[in-house]
């Protein structure tokens, strides 16, 4: 069955360092996975996905995300997080030709000035 | 020139009357989503509408009923509504399996 997993509720960085938002998935075939972010009151956001290709991939607002098969997992991250970074992050995966998307529980991300 | 909309943005009402939520997208998207957001945050798929074919259909009460009339939109009818429905319900839209894009989602209130 596939699963995803965000394995903390909560993160805390200060503004200008690096950030991590962890991600880790399983599914029996090849993964489609995604990254969502949600603000306050707004819906989700689209910030960047994996399909195939270079691991490592670039999105929105400075974000990017590295793909590792053998660990399957599909960390959010970004050298230098902005206080305006503070909101809800989503890791979603899928099997290829599966319309349904599998969600994690959301991590909370806080930048702290 | 939104790409995914919802109406009402809120809604709050009284147990057991009916309501709906409309959603419309004009990105030309074949396949459209009705999500449910509780106050722990979590997303569950309710609905999915392919080409106006039904292809998700999660285990959600029969009192929540999915109309396509179209491509371009989706809308929840929910009957007899309870102090459990109460939650953010968020519409989405894709290209076949593609990326979704989600709407500024429906903050349901039920009394």
């Known amino acids: 069955a596939q699963s995803v997993a965000q394995p903390e509720d909560q993160v805390n960085v200060a503004e200008g360092n690096p950030l991590t938002v962890k991600c880790t998935y399983s599914v029996s075939g090849n993964p489609y996975l995604f990254w969502y972010v949600q603000y306050p009151n707004r819906g989700l956001q689209f910030l960047l996905k994996y399909i195939t290709g270079d691991n490592l991939v670039k999105g929105s607002y400075g974000f990017e995300a590295e793909f590792n098969k053998s660990q399957t997992s599909f960390h959010l991250k970004k050298p230098s997080a902005l206080v305006s970074d503070s909101a809800l992050y989503f890791c979603?995966?899928?099997?290829?030709?599966?319309?349904?998307?599998?969600w994690g529980a959301g991590t909370k991300l806080i930048i702290k000035p | 020139d939104t790409a995914v909309s919802q109406t009402p943005k809120y809604l709050v009402t009284q147990m057991g009357n009916d309501k709906s939520i409309k959603c419309e997208q004009n990105l030309g998207h074949d396949t459209m989503y009705w999500y449910k957001q509780d106050s722990k945050k979590f997303l569950k798929i309710m609905f999915s509408y392919n080409n106006k074919e039904l292809i998700i259909n999660e285990t959600v009460p029969n009192r929540f009923s999915p109309k396509s009339p179209d491509k371009a939109h989706l809308n929840l009818h929910i009957n007899s509504l309870e102090l459990g429905d109460s939650a953010v319900y968020f519409c989405?839209?894709?290209?076949?399996?593609?990326?979704?894009?989600f709407g500024p989602g429906t903050r349901l209130t039920v009394l």
């Open positions: 979603a995966v899928r099997e290829l030709s599966n319309y349904q998307l599998i």
């Open positions: 989405a839209s894709s290209h076949i399996t593609d990326t979704q894009y």
